[in-house]
């Protein structure tokens, strides 16, 4: 009987184990992944691209609730295709990216949404302010790739974007939409670039 119990023991704990591992990790194609910001100046629509980041992502659409994903932003590849605004942009004012060099975004939660569309929830950390944020995305499979894509405001002021003058939002709005375009492979987690 006592070992029985040990065997019901060991199976349980086996079981718990497995139903713990991750989904197996992607690797991202960073020539084919991009992620932008869009800002409104003076109301006109300005995109500017992070031309660095890492990403670990684990998902299988079938089981979302399972995968995981974290990305941090290198702040300071920030590229507006101007040099003199790229400065202003990495400086104290705006990302402070000597201080605070990078944006993390960790999911908490993946949902289905229905018809290839689904939801991350989780932590977003720009400048040492953490916020949760909600973003919809759309997932395709295409050429022995993954595809996910998808766009999320965010309130650049709740994380101290912008300071000073730069606080006024009639020249620089408090919106800012994020925009991801992230191609990967199945495989082991990529380097970080």
């Known amino acids: 009987m006592r070992s029985l119990n040990l065997v019901l023991k060991l199976l349980a704990a086996a079981a718990i184990v497995l139903c713990a591992l991750p989904v197996a ?54 590229d507006i295709d101007n040099a003199e605004v790229n400065d202003e942009a990495i400086g104290k004012q705006w990302f402070d990216a000597r201080n605070y060099p990078t944006a993390t975004f960790v999911a908490a939660v993946i949902k289905p949404l229905g ?16 916020h949760e944020v909600s973003a919809p995305f759309t997932y395709k499979e295409e050429a022995g790739a993954a595809i996910f894509d998808g766009a999320f405001p965010i309130k650049r002021l709740q994380y101290n ?28 987690p990529a380097a970080k670039k």
């Open 115 to 130: 018809s290839g569309r689904f939801e991350v929830r989780g932590p977003l950390t720009i400048k040492g302010r953490t």
């Open 25 to 78: 990790a992607q690797s991202v194609l960073y020539d084919k992944s991009r992620i932008t910001c869009v800002s409104r100046q003076m109301n006109v629509p300005v995109e500017a691209r992070f031309m660095k980041f890492s990403a670990q992502i684990a998902f299988d659409p079938a089981q979302p609730a399972k995968g995981k994903a974290r990305m941090d932003i290198d702040l300071a590849s920030f």
């Open 161 to 188: 974007i912008g300071e000073g003058v730069w606080k006024d939002t009639d020249t620089v709005a408090d919106e800012v939409q994020i925009k991801f375009h992230i191609v990967v492979t199945a495989g082991t």
